[in-house]
């Protein structure tokens, strides 16, 4: 018998793109594949796309590029490309790479198996765009996650697409129209994640609290206990009923239109659901937010922020924030030093602005330098390396429940795990200790983006 083809997975962008990587993995190995040792040896290689800044895009077409030419020598080899650039690029990605043996959308990833089957077959140029709906998904097949998160960690995709239109954002251009996924299917795929171990589940979507506010009712054989109307705190307080093996569950990334009193209620009062927030502000200056069609200005946002320290004790709130947008003047971006002083946040990943085809953004000059964006960059990264230091001086003293991942990737003797507001924590391990254990620890030390401490007891 003939050893099974080999296949290897190289991820670009988003924890959306994480968990379709992983789903691909499963589908292969579910088909017969094997993992591939090493990405040179593998038969099949799949590049999963991100489009949301060029820089990205740059990145994965220079991979497939080389993956390409590596078919001369390899005619049987097969390359695929799959994510946000499949949608972007259309049938045309065959012009650019005429080596490349197929293209698939985000959302048709379960023709992946089919699809290598033929390209190892001999057929070329396969493509096949995304279905207008996701429509019911087929359970994951059972398997490992993904290597580089470990198996106590899961994503768990609950909408698929966008229908916000920020300014600047190529999302809703290549991932679609808004469509949440039926509770009853999240569930079962969250106890299947918990089946093989995560024990920490975050439920994805471009913009998560839209779960379940178009085109969506929910099951009447889902009563809420606690009497919630709103489709997330239905769906949080439906999992952690029903998947009570996942001590830990959190959601991303957030609006602050979606941050409801009901769902703050939920945050507050469900055990499980994770004392953090990833809430996006992009910017600080009223004007901007306006330009980009944010849906809020700053003291709207703050307000949401306010209402989430309220009600939720030592919640942490990270963010998201482009710098160099059009016309984005030193007033403006020291409005968002401003702001991202006020909101405290616990850490923030900062981008700088990159036009991206077919949005509104991308018909202004991008008339801030490059230089510009880099030094602007700089200033947010050196504001929140003092802020994060401060917001985790907090912890200092205190012992905090630590879910425990594995070795430290800096030091094998000790372990690293997260806190419910998802600081890594770095400890000497007790023999015995497992991956997926709840564990205390007193934080002795602190820096910018780590806790380090002591088990106890
Ligand atoms: N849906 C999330 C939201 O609304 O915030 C995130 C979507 S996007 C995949 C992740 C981040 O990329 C955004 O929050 C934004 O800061 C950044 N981003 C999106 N478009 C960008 C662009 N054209 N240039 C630079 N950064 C961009
Ligand atoms: Fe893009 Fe805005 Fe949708 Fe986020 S909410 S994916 S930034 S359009």
């Known amino acids: 018998m003939n050893a099974p083809a080999t296949f290897a997975l190289h991820t670009y962008g988003c924890q959306m793109n994480i968990r379709d990587s992983d789903l691909i993995a499963r589908r ?32 994965a077409l220079g991979k497939l590029g080389l993956l390409c030419a590596s078919r001369r020598g390899r005619p049987g080899r097969v390359i695929g490309l799959t994510g946000c650039m499949a949608n972007r690029l259309g049938p045309e990605v065959f012009t650019l790479l005429p080596a490349l043996s197929f293209s698939v959308g985000p959302r048709a990833g379960a023709s992946i198996p089919d699809l290598v089957r033929r390209a190892l077959g001999g057929a070329e140029r396969l493509f096949v765009p995304d279905p207008p709906s996701a429509g019911p998904q087929e359970p994951a097949p059972s398997g490992s996650g993904p290597a580089e998160r470990g198996p106590v960690q899961s994503f768990v995709t609950i909408l698929y697409g966008c229908n916000r239109h920020c300014s600047y954002c190529i999302v809703p251009h290549v991932r679609g129209r808004e469509e949440s996924r039926n509770p009853h299917e999240i569930v079962a795929e969250v106890r299947a994640e918990a089946a093989r171990g995560a024990r920490d589940v975050c439920l994805l979507g471009q ?3 839209r779960y379940g506010l178009l085109g969506f009712s929910w099951p009447d054989d889902l009563p809420s206990p606690a009497g919630f109307t709103e489709p997330l705190p239905r769906l949080l307080e439906r999992i952690a009923l029903d998947v009570p093996e996942v001590p830990r569950l959190r959601f991303t990334s ?22 953090h927030l990833h809430l996006p502000m992009q910017s600080g200056s ?32 990270t963010t998201d924030i482009i710098v160099g947008y059009p016309g984005e003047t030193e007033e403006d971006f020291e409005a968002t030093r401003r702001v991202m002083e006020e909101a405290d946040f616990d850490n923030a990943f900062v981008f700088k602005y990159s036009p991206r ?20 960059d700089q200033v947010l990264l050196a504001d929140q390396d003092a802020r994060g230091q401060r917001c985790n001086n907090r912890w200092v003293g205190r012992t905090v429940e630590v879910l425990a991942e594995g070795p430290s990737l800096r030091n094998e003797r000790r372990w690293s795990g997260r806190t419910s507001q998802n600081k890594i924590v770095v400890f000497e391990p007790k023999p015995g200790l497992r991956a997926g254990d709840l564990v205390p620890v007193r934080i002795d030390s602190a820096r910018p983006q780590t806790l380090y401490g002591e088990l106890c007891g």
Do not use: Q, W
Request: proline share 7%.
């Open 28 to 59: 292969l190995r579910a088909a017969g594949f094997a993992d591939a040792p090493t990405e040179d040896e593998a038969d099949v290689v799949i590049v999963n796309s991100c489009s949301v800044r060029e820089k990205a895009e740059e990145k």
């Open 254 to 275: 957030g609006h602050p239109a979606g941050v409801t009193p009901e769902l703050v209620r939920a945050m507050r009062e469900i055990p499980a659901v994770c004392a």
């Open 286 to 317: 009223d004007r901007i937010l306006r330009e980009m069609r944010r849906g809020y200005d700053s003291e709207g946002y703050l307000r949401a922020v306010r209402m989430l320290h309220e009600a939720v004790p030592d919640i942490a709130v």
């Open 207 to 209: 913009s998560v609290m």
């Open 357 to 376: 085809p077919g949005t509104p953004s991308s018909l202004l000059p991008d008339d801030v330098s490059d230089e510009e964006k880099r030094r602007r």
